[in-house]
């Protein structure tokens, strides 16, 4: 029956094993396309008894509409009963075996992605079928959980960790759909119902663009046929995104600042930045590489002068939170509320080297070898590798990406390491956004930028 | 039956690609010991070193010092001054990082396998010759202070923990943080640094674990090199301290600006090597592990009362706590949450658990252990853990079938003898404190 299966794919390309010594290759693997238009990924590694799947949908919170928190609150209730499985026998069985189930939202895709031992997969695979296939969402449960979410998004703002990139996210871009905070605000969850929940499912979740990647340890010729004899039943015609998104500019003409007052803060948290770059970037490796120096490893530029040199952080970092045809980038740090200006004024200094006084041979040399010899362990377990496939496949970058990474480093030099500081890093009319305690900082921080005003108890973001 | 069957096959296929004989240890004259696996997955190598000391150490005064230490180990020593510790790591394509709990100092190395013996030469220039610069020092400290002030900022949990563990614990030291009260941050002396050093980093209270694209031979060579120069000194005197059995119930609350309660209910237990270890991680599991577990099911899915619930209990060296953490939901008062748990925990002491739940949380630690030994990184530290807290890492090994061999009549057992209420330390953290 397996066999009889495989003419109804088509089959794309079989990678072939090859491993170089000192080089990280991408495992070999296989990608079909049945005939509904999912793409299926399938790839061997025997080292533990497990296997790992990840389904991705590409509908994220940018197709939420006014309702903030949809993509979100369909994503959890994937699992709260299907048509085949109540809520209860989904997590009986998963739990019983030791395996695990989960979905997650994103600005731009769901996933959901479960991990079991070898011998389960069987009673599995269906059940993970019928959460993408046929979910049900039934009201008790779907009302239950988004009860408990307005309560969690109060919660949340007890930690400005937690909310400070919906903060930033909405600062940046402001009335667009990226905006939208990815668990919704309290206004707007109240107002979501199960049927809200049916009919976005049923409008956006599409076997066309959605993929799914299955990675361990079973024989790739018997879980191809399981494979497509689970979802070429997955069916849904003219079932695409109605509203196309427009990709906002993030070429700011003014520095603003956001300060987002909580009262017990003993801290000032914030992030600085502005437009950053797009996942499918052809200098997107080189960009880490630079990134590595300015602040993304312990002795990064950044690190060095607020944490090593003065001790006015624990940590900071800088970020590249790509999308597919845009993104974003930030410093993010916090520090005790008297040294608000000192932390911002050394970051901004530290990001203007950059640009400045620029990247030496000897750091270069450094960044290379650092980001080359941590890569591998990227990539170590299975669970890594289904993540790194349906992302491949949402982004569109394809193996070269980790194939050819160590000769795009190897050959980057000097002068486009200093061109992509330059092209990339924000440096201008940078965006703002603190959250501490204002009546002790404002005075500060209004030397940045125009300053707009919020308080942390103040719906939303 | 049938689940019996599943298991044993479940253990087969594990024993055909982990062995405890695959790894290999020796011991260096001074008295360092050395654990390797080869795993030749990836180009890499994990290297940890586990060091006896911990927050459990210290005394009043000096609290939080042994983090502390774990930061000052990055800060230079003879060969490899200040900050080219991670400098010269880095730029050989090296990261690092560190931990420090109640009872150990854990450092981590994570290398390609070309930096490994600049990573050795690295290692034993500190814990020969650590040095101690006060510029260094000085900012180290604002580093801390403000580890503690964001962890404090950012998490209600670490805050109402603090409180309960300095009620549950009056000899103990596990009744400080680990990170130390302010006042103690602010007032630790070069000294003081100086004799921790003395008096613990000395490579016979040092264990160093080593997994990934290495062989035998070169890691003995290395080893012999670079480590056993280092001079042994004598060992640090013993933790004799003992907690006093609690006889009665211990209630706090503390005031901080919070949407809704947290409640943390924490009961003494006995320490890993202890023979009720296994069946109260299973217990843990049990009560919340999934959203089948009883206090999931109970608290969070059909009453409604929490948003959050979770247990734990791990390793350690002297007896602890096993501690019992939920947020409450809108309107909901902390005592409500409290009935429920209480209730459930008395269910399990009178009526015990039934097999199908005792399968499943075997299960699941049987898969525990299989993510563990996905990595090079997971291996190395689950290898080490157990040496230090087991006594010998062969018991990483052993501890699918240890799981297996707990009984529901065990789990009803220690139910019954540990969760009582004279046992037990209660801290409610909220918006109102203790007025209302």
Known sequence: MNKLRINLITLIIILSATSFAGNFKLPPYEKVKLDNGLTVYLMEQHEVPLIYVSALIPCGAIYDGNKNGLTFLTSESLLFGTKNFTKKQIEETFEFYGASISTSAGAEFIKVNASFAIHDQEKLLPIFQDIILHPTFPEDEVQKRRQRLLVELDQAKESPRQVIRAYFNKFLFTDNEFGNPVQGSKGTVAEISSDDLKNYYSSYFNPKNSSIAIVGDFNISEMRGKISDLFNSWNMENRTPTNPILIPSLDFNKKRVLLVNKNDSQETTFLIGGKGISRNNTDFTEIQVINTILGDRFTSWLNEELRINSGLTYGVRSVFVPYKNIGTFFISTFTGSENTEKAIDLALQVLNRLHTTGITDKVLLSAKSYIKGQFPPNYETSGALVNLLTDMDYYGFDDTYINNFEKKIDEMTIAKANEIAKKYFPGDNLQFVIIGKASEIKDVVKKYGEITEKEITADGF | ?436
């Open chain 2, 1 to 436: 039956m049938r689940l019996i069957l599943i298991f044993t096959l479940m253990l087969s296929s594990l024993l055909a690609q982990s062995k405890a004989n695959d790894v290999k240890t020796f011991t260096l004259k001074n008295g360092m010991q050395i654990i390797l696996l080869e795993d030749h997955s990836i180009p890499n190598v994990a290297m940890y070193l586990f060091y006896k000391v911990g927050s459990r150490n210290e005394y009043p005064g000096i609290t939080g010092i042994s983090h502390f230490f774990e930061h000052m180990m990055f800060n230079g020593a003879k060969k490899y001054g200040p900050k080219q510790f991670d400098i010269t790591m880095e730029a050989n394509g090296g990261a690092n990082n560190a931990y420090t709990s109640n009872d150990i100092t854990v450092y981590s190395n994570w290398f390609p396998r070309s930096a490994m013996e600049l990573i050795f030469d690295l290692e034993a220039d500190r814990i020969a010759h650590l040095n101690f610069d006060d510029k260094m020092i000085e900012s180290e400290r604002g580093v801390i202070l403000s580890e503690r002030s964001t962890m404090l900022e950012n998490s209600n949990e670490s805050y109402l923990m603090q409180e309960v563990f300095a009620a549950a614990f009056q000899a103990h030291p596990y009744g400080w943080p680990v990170i130390g009260w302010e006042s103690d941050i602010k007032n630790w002396t070069k000294n003081d640094l100086q004799n921790y050093f003395k008096t613990y980093y000395s490579p016979n209270n040092c264990v160093v674990v080593l997994t990934g694209d290495l062989t035998l031979d070169e890691v003995k060579k290395l080893s012999k090199k670079y480590f056993e120069p280092i001079p042994w000194r004598s060992a640090p005197r013993k933790v004799h301290t003992v907690e006093p059995e609690q006889l009665g119930e211990r209630r706090l609350f503390v005031k901080k600006e919070v949407s809704t309660p947290h409640v943390l209910a924490v009961y003494h237990v006995p320490e890993a090597s202890s023979t009720d270890y296994y069946s109260l991680r299973l217990l843990n599991s049990i009560l919340s592990s999934g959203n089948t577990s009883r206090l999931y099911s109970s608290l969070v899915d059909e009453k409604q009362l929490a948003t959050e619930v979770w247990t734990h209990y791990g390793e350690s060296f002297d007896p602890y706590v096993f501690m019992i953490y939920s947020i409450c939901n809108e309107n909901v008062t902390p005592s409500q949450i409290e009935d429920v748990v209480y209730e459930e925990l008395d269910k399990i002491a009178n009526e015990g658990i039934n097999e199908n739940e005792l399968q499943k949380v075997k299960n699941q630690k049987l898969i525990e252990f299989y993510h563990v030994m996905e990595t090079i990184n997971g291996k190395a530290n689950q290898i080490g853990t157990y040496q230090l807290f087991f006594g010998d890492y062969k018991k990483l090994f052993d501890a699918p079938g240890e799981y297996q061999e707990v009984t529901a009549e065990d789990i009803k057992n220690v139910v019954k003898k540990y969760f009582n209420k004279l046992n037990r330390t209660v801290g409610i953290l909220r918006a109102e404190g203790e007025t209302k």
